[in-house]
């Protein structure tokens, strides 16, 4: 089974201060990296799917990017509504998805 | 109502209570998914139906007790819990057609507290 660990944990950032997530994979095969992000009290909401090494995928002031072992979440100019926790999946079979345990980001005006 | 749905939000149960929670997607998709979110750990799998069968189950222990009646709905009936299931429960559906492609659409969740 595949495993993704992330870091940092939690990260603080002001507003405007671009930063990048990283997720680390330990894969047989790449099958595909997937990030999420989570407010409080919701469930994961999909932001990006990326298969290949040197892939990229881009919405609002996100970036993903992957190579053979990392992919890394780009936070251009983040704003505070940008703040919930970023989670990046890797594939279980055909279906189902196994997490990272996240990072907790709070951009602060 | 749009997406996927989960009943009740919260819910507080004693150790000896018996109850359920409900998932319904109005998205059409062929899978429906059980996690397990608590504190401080990465979300884990519980349960996978694939066209109302039941494809997975992660050694989840007999006391958390799936249900799929067609493939809009799915249950997870909960009986003699212990404090260590207080966490939230995420529902999630997918389409699923061939190359995972990682998609999943979550509910809300049900926070569930045992006393």
């Known amino acids: 089974e595949d495993q993704v660990t992330q870091s940092p944990e939690a990260l603080r950032l002001q507003e405007g201060e671009s930063s990048s997530l990283n997720c680390s994979y330990t894969?047989?095969?790449?099958?595909?990296l997937f990030w999420y992000r989570q407010d409080p009290g919701k469930g994961p909401e999909f932001l990006f799917t990326?298969?290949?090494a040197g892939e990229e995928k881009e919405k609002e002031r996100l970036k993903a990017t992957l190579t053979k072992k990392e992919s890394f979440l780009h936070i251009t100019a983040p704003k505070p509504e940008d703040s919930a926790t970023y989670l990046c999946?890797?594939?279980?079979?055909?279906?189902?998805?196994?997490f990272g345990s996240g990072t907790r980001l709070q951009v602060q005006p | 109502e749009t997406g996927v749905t989960q009943t009740p939000r919260h819910l507080v149960m004693g150790m000896t209570n018996k109850k359920s929670l409900k998932c319904e997607q109005h998205?059409?998709?062929?899978?429906m998914y059980w996690y397990k979110q608590s504190a401080k750990k990465p979300l884990e799998l519980m349960f996978v139906?694939?066209?109302?069968?039941?494809?997975e189950n992660n050694s989840v222990p007999s006391r958390f007790s799936p249900e799929c009646p067609n493939s809009s709905h799915l249950f997870l009936h909960l009986h003699t819990l212990q404090p260590e299931d207080s966490a939230l429960y995420l529902c999630?559906?997918?389409?699923?057609?061939?190359?995972?492609?990682?998609?999943?659409?979550f509910g809300e969740g049900s926070r569930l507290t045992v006393l």
């Open positions: 999630a559906s997918s389409q699923v057609a061939g190359v995972n492609t990682g998609e999943l659409f």
């Open positions: 894969v047989s095969g790449l099958r595909g």
């Open positions: 990326l298969y290949s």
């Open positions: 999946a890797s594939p279980r079979g055909r279906r189902a998805l196994t």
């Open positions: 998205l059409g998709h062929n899978a």
């Open positions: 139906y694939s066209l109302e069968e039941r494809v």
